[in-house]
């Protein structure tokens, strides 16, 4: 069950600029930092963000993040055909005591 | 490099049981808290259950409370996900999923096991 809310879908065009949104409530995003997953068809998650906004090793500076309040988003700058993919966001929830996840977004390059 | 294996996943009937493992590799097992996290087909990510390093603190999704039970062993660097009473609605690729010692969330996650539930 998906507590964080994101657009089934984005686009654009080689080069654009793509923003996709999260929301969530005071008992997750509002409480505890935002991760975001970069995820191929048939493969595992892979980490793009985490604490909010910062990058792991090996990934592009295209990718950004922000957080406010009970919201977050992820950036895409300089889209390429191999951003082709499903975007999730998460975080604890001190309600549930459990990680949440955002409900998908796919990004195509069109 | 950090390296989870996931294996034991495969077809049950409903009300059946199944044991998936985790095999970890290229950190210090028994310092992180560890994950399972499922992803139903074409749907999205779903936690399932967290154990923490020291296994004193245990949490589940209320959609497996009392039909799943997470373990470890920090012997064998080994996570477990014990599920009994499947039902169709437990389909899904599960993955291991290592919890970063820095900060709230997953880092790392295994390549998945599937788990069909289906008479």
């Known amino acids: 069950q998906s507590v964080l809310t994101q657009p089934p879908s984005a686009s654009g065009t080689p080069g654009q600029r793509v923003t996709i949104s999260c929301s969530g409530s005071s008992s997750n995003i509002g409480s505890n930092a935002v991760n975001w997953y970069q995820q191929f068809p048939g493969t595992a998650p892979k980490l793009l963000i985490y604490n909010n906004y910062q990058r792991p090793s090996g990934v592009p500076d295209r990718f950004s993040g922000s957080k406010s309040g009970t919201s977050a988003s992820l950036a895409i700058s300089g889209l390429q055909s191999d951003d082709e993919a499903d975007y999730s966001c998460a975080a604890w929830d001190d309600s549930l005591n459990g990680y949440v996840f955002g409900t998908e977004t796919k990004v195509t390059v069109l | 490099d950090v390296q989870l294996v996931e294996s034991g996943g495969g077809l049950a009937q409903p009300g059946g049981s199944l044991r998936l493992s985790c095999a970890a590799s290229g950190f210090t097992f028994s310092s992180y808290s560890m994950n399972w996290v499922r992803q139903a087909p074409g749907k999205g990510l779903e936690w399932v259950s967290k154990i923490s390093s020291s296994s004193t603190t245990i949490y589940y999704a209320d959609s497996v409370k009392g039909r799943f039970t997470i373990s470890r062993d920090k012997a064998k660097n080994s996570l477990f996900l014990q599920m009994n009473s499947l039902r169709d609605e437990d389909t899904a690729v599960y993955y291991c999923?290592?919890?970063?010692?820095?900060?709230?969330?997953?880092?790392?996650w295994g390549q998945g096991a599937l788990v069909a539930v289906s008479s």
């Open positions: 999923a290592r919890e970063s010692g820095s900060y709230s969330g997953i880092d790392y």
